[in-house]
């Protein structure tokens, strides 16, 4: 059974940093794919960025290009979303999510294994 399980949320001042964490487990094989996907209050579920295990390949939704970096500990099966410069807009509950890997995307509907969110707010 796959589970992923996030961590590293909280509250910060903006232009502060944050790093949230995603352990996976439960795959038999290297060849998926590990999202970070947020929805604010009232709004829908966006993909934020993502990255492939087993070739390392990443991508960002332009909102967060530049600001936030995606990297991973194969060793540990943890996929890390460092945040920095972190405005109010990025208020929101971020989730973790994994998918059997087709292509690179950070569509939600196309992932199939979701953790439990872990709530980041940032305050002016």
């Known amino acids: 059974e796959v589970q992923l399980q996030a961590s590293g949320g909280g509250s910060v001042q903006a232009g502060g940093s944050l790093r949230l964490s995603c352990t996976a487990s439960g795959f038999t094989s290297d060849d998926y794919q590990i999202g970070w996907f947020r929805q604010a209050p009232g709004k829908g579920r966006l993909g934020i960025s993502c990255?492939?295990?087993?070739?390392?390949?990443?991508y960002y939704d332009r909102s967060v290009t530049g600001r936030f970096t995606i990297s991973s500990d194969n060793a540990k099966n943890t996929v890390y979303l460092q945040m920095n410069k972190l405005k109010p807009e990025d208020t929101a509950v971020y989730y973790c999510a994994a998918q059997h890997y087709l292509r690179v995307t950070i569509a939600p509907n196309e992932y199939n294994f979701w953790g439990q969110g872990t709530q980041v707010t940032v305050s002016s």
């Open positions: 990255i492939g295990r087993s070739d390392g390949r990443t």
